[in-house]
């Protein structure tokens, strides 16, 4: 199980999440891969003393990627692959703020 300090990682803070913060009140966020929806509402609920109504989240794969490095005369190649990432949107009550600037996502 998840301790609390892991669950949430960090917002995503992009043109459309701005969208979503001031027309739907919702917020996105970045989360634990294992982290269900039961643990984000509770974790943010405690977090930051707000209701939570809904939670949504998305599983991404990470994307295989190759590099090239060239060292001696020599090129090398390799690949590997960017970690497995989860996502939630969060939907708050009414008159519920979250203050993404002075947040503690240490």
Known sequence: MNSNRNIILNP???????????????YVFRVSVDANKIQIKRQLEKRFNV?????ATMNFN???KNTTVRSGGHVLRSS?????????????KDGDKINLVDGDFS
């Open 80 to 92: 590997g692959k960017r970690s497995d990432w989860k996502k939630a949107i969060v939907t708050l």
């Open 51 to 55: 209701s939570v109504l809904k939670v």
């Open 62 to 64: 990470g994307k295989a």
């Open 12 to 26: 995503i803070l992009t043109e459309k999440s701005s969208v979503l913060m001031e027309k739907l009140n919702q």
